[in-house]
């Protein structure tokens, strides 16, 4: 298939394009940075230029032209609420608007775990980016499209090893880029997905299989800890995240940001 992937330089971007293209994929990647399409096209993706805070829908279109699925995994990364305004809740939505101009029928879009930061004191920057998440679920989900929403937990580099926990309703927890990676490169191409909102964790089992069965309405969503299995969280997890996980299994306010955290 012919895809563009909008966020392409970003933590989870960088490695799908990688995944869809020894998928067999066409892909193109969106890039704001004149040393970025040397990356993208190492990837075997042909680099497309754009910065997604000012561009129009007009700019979407051109950009998509001829693309079969959009992914959108761009973020404003805390960069500020305008910015987190104008990346994370108007861009999705000017990406529909392309998307139905050009009767393009897939658009995955990575959104977040609603229950993120629930144990923290959240920030009023970090309340914003969850509205401003909400708000891009929303635009899809109104549009005509078929859509796969991934809402992953904290995300973090590393960990994981293609393991996860996608379901219909998982505890919030953290999750490998990679690992969302491989979910959206999964989603990206198969066929009979019409309106999938997939919440998205660390867990034991191979995320392929596990999706395999959430698309055919199959299976019980693993839980990774928290509910069954509450001290599990000893276990799991890159070194860095294992104390806060630790706090958040035993029901304990956590202050500040998880590790590899980037936004709010
Ligand atoms: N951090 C978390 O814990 C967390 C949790 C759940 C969901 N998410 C969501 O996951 C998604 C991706 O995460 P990630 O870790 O891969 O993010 P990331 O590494 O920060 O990458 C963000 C991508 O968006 C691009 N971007 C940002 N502003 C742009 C602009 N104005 N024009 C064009 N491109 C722009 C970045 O380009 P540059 O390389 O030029 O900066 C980069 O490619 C985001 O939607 C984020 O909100 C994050």
């Not at 561009?55 to 960069?79: H, I, K, N, P, W």
């Not at 809740?89 to 393009?104: H, M, N, S, T």
């Not at 490998?176 to 990206?188: D, E, I, N, P, S």
Request: with cysteine; hydrophobic share 40%.
């Amino acid at each position: 298939m012919k895809v563009l992937v909008i966020g392409a330089t970003g933590g989870i971007g960088r490695q799908l394009l990688s995944r869809l293209r020894a998928d067999g994929h066409e892909v193109r990647g969106l890039h704001r940075k004149p040393e970025q399409p040397v990356g993208i096209a190492e990837a075997g993706a042909v680099p497309v230029s754009g910065d997604i805070v000012g561009m129009t829908v007009d700019d979407f279109t051109r950009a998509a032209e001829g693309c079969e699925v959009l992914v959108f995994s761009a973020g404003a990364a805390g960069s500020g609420s305008k910015r987190t305004t104008a990346t994370d809740g108007d861009a999705p939505a000017k990406v529909v608007a392309a998307a139905e101009r050009l009767g393009i029928r897939r658009l995955c879009l990575v959104s977040a775990c609603p229950e993120a930061g629930r144990q923290h004191a959240r920030t009023p920057g970090f309340e914003h980016y969850m509205a401003e998440k909400k708000r891009a679920d929303v635009a899809v989900a109104a549009s005509g499209l078929d859509r796969v929403i991934p809402r992953p937990g904290t995300l973090v580099h590393e960990g994981g090893e293609g393991r996860g926990s996608p379901g219909l309703a998982v505890p919030c927890g953290w999750v490998a880029r990679g690992t969302v990676a491989r979910v959206l490169a999964g989603r990206v191409g198969l066929p009979g997905i019409r309106r999938e909102i997939l919440d998205l964790t660390h867990g034991v089992t191979p995320v392929a299989a596990a999706l395999d069965a959430v698309a055919r309405g199959e299976g019980r969503t693993p839980v990774a800890w928290g509910i069954h299995e509450p001290c599990s969280c000893r276990k799991q997890g890159p070194r860095a995240f294992q104390s806060y996980a630790r706090a958040l299994c035993h029901g304990r306010t956590v202050r500040g940001r998880a590790p590899g955290a980037t936004n709010g």
